[in-house]
């Protein structure tokens, strides 16, 4: 009997990857997508960072998992597998070597979990081979092409924790009197930033979503910042924190970056938007506005994402990741491959990897905030931003004027 046939009765050989960043809850999907195919029949291996060693057709990081091994890393944070962001999409000759390799130890079916870049590669490996796969898809980002109330895996977690920092943040700032600007992840959509500052109560929270123009000036961030901490001022509270969400870089005027100091750029001179310390150029920028007008206020930068990829998950995401793995191996057992697997109104739903791409990019659909809907407008109802409509009070306008040590003619000529 060769490698790739079948023992007598079994359903083949299944192996479980991790690609692409870490997210609470991926030690769940790999400990209950293994216990399921092994009572199911199946010979389980997992394969150590991701595609990394498969594209160099090493299988000395391929081994063999028990229900022993995973039956309690289910309560983990990491990955017991390890990640990496190895795609071999983009070399014909990687992604035969990975094919090659998997099915020269045997490996019928395939469990990935990752991202938009491990999704792809699990699609291409059931395209090009008798390898039936299924992804199971994991971002804090919250932002894949799933409908509105069902989280990605992960995010629930990563909103948990970094409610909890911001709230210490919060508490610290009022002991010090001082302002902290909290860059929060979430590059293409805010969903992170917007949970987390909602949770915690922050002072205000800004997101790309709600600047629907190409670019943002620079200074527009910092304008709301500060009209937040004159308002804050005009109540006697000389204290808060913002939270900016991190893909507001990718809107930001490049020109309103040049005049900034130590800004990265690249061997063409254009600035890299991807090493820009947004927190603490917002930070330099407000403190030096202050400085010019005679007010000297404190304010710390902070970014935090780091701190919540490898957390670990709460109970919503141990139980939403078991339904996950067990949901990837029923989809496998019944013959399916090449999909992405989701769990909707308590039922296993198969999504192809064509239904979440845009047709025109190739590459998958983003959830971005609906800042039209009721999640926002509820966390917009509780932020502080200095309105319109405040300029119509005078014994406020006054107060404004004062705390930003402006005339109230100035003040209007700024903020109107």
């Known amino acids: 009997m060769t490698s790739q046939t079948k023992a007598a009765g079994s359903p083949g050989k299944l192996a479980i990857l991790v690609g692409g960043g870490p997210a609470p809850g991926i030690n769940a999907v790999i400990s209950a997508a293994a216990i399921k195919a092994i009572n199911e029949g199946f010979d389980v291996v997992g394969v150590q960072d991701g595609f990394k060693w498969l594209v160099q057709r090493d299988t000395s990081k391929i081994h063999p998992l028990t229900i022993d091994d995973v039956s309690r890393i289910h309560l983990l944070g990491g990955s017991v597998l390890g990640t990496a962001r190895e795609n071999p999409t983009k070399s014909e000759k990687n992604l035969t070597a990975v094919i090659e390799t998997l099915k020269s130890v045997g490996v019928t079916h395939l469990?990935?979990?990752g991202g938009d870049d491990t999704a792809l590669s699990s699609s291409m490996v059931a395209g090009r081979s008798d390898i039936h796969t299924v992804h199971v898809p994991k971002t804090i980002d919250n932002d894949l092409p799933l409908p509105d109330h069902i989280p990605t895996f992960g995010y629930q977690t990563a909103r948990h924790v970094g409610a909890e920092l911001v709230r210490y943040l919060m508490e610290d700032a009022r002991a010090t009197r001082r302002w902290y600007i909290v860059v929060a992840m979430g590059r293409q959509a805010g969903h992170l930033a917007l949970g987390i500052g909602k949770a915690a109560g922050a002072t205000l929270t800004l997101i790309r979503e709600e600047f629907p123009e190409e670019k943002?000036?620079?200074?527009?961030?910092c304008d709301i910042i500060e009209g937040a901490i004159i308002k804050r001022r005009a109540t006697g509270h000389n204290h808060g924190v913002a939270i900016l969400a991190e893909g507001l870089i990718e809107k930001l005027d490049e020109n309103e970056l040049k005049d900034l100091e130590d800004v990265e750029k690249d061997e063409f001179g254009h600035i890299r938007f991807a090493e820009v310390d947004l927190a603490r150029k917002v930070k330099v920028e407000l403190v030096g506005r202050f400085k010019q007008r005679g007010i000297k206020i404190m304010i710390t930068n902070k970014n935090i994402g780091y701190e919540l990829r490898c957390a670990d998950p709460i109970a919503f995401d141990m139980a939403y990741c078991r339904e996950l793995g067990n949901a990837a191996i029923r989809f496998l057992i019944d013959g399916g491959s090449g999909a992405m697997v989701s769990i909707q109104n308590d039922h296993l739903v198969p999504m192809l990897f064509s239904e979440i791409r845009d047709a025109a990019t190739g590459k998958t659909r983003v959830r971005n905030v609906n800042v039209e809907g009721k999640t926002y407008r509820v966390a917009r109802d509780y932020m502080l931003r200095l309105e319109r409509a405040d300029f119509d009070k005078p014994?406020?306008?006054?107060?404004?004027?004062?705390?930003?040590?402006?005339?109230?003619?100035?003040?209007?000529?700024r903020y109107l």
């Open 395 to 413: 014994d406020l306008v006054d107060k404004l004027a004062a705390a930003s040590n402006l005339s109230v003619d100035q003040l209007k000529e």
């Open 216 to 221: 943002v000036p620079f200074s527009h961030i």
């Open 111 to 113: 469990v990935t979990i």
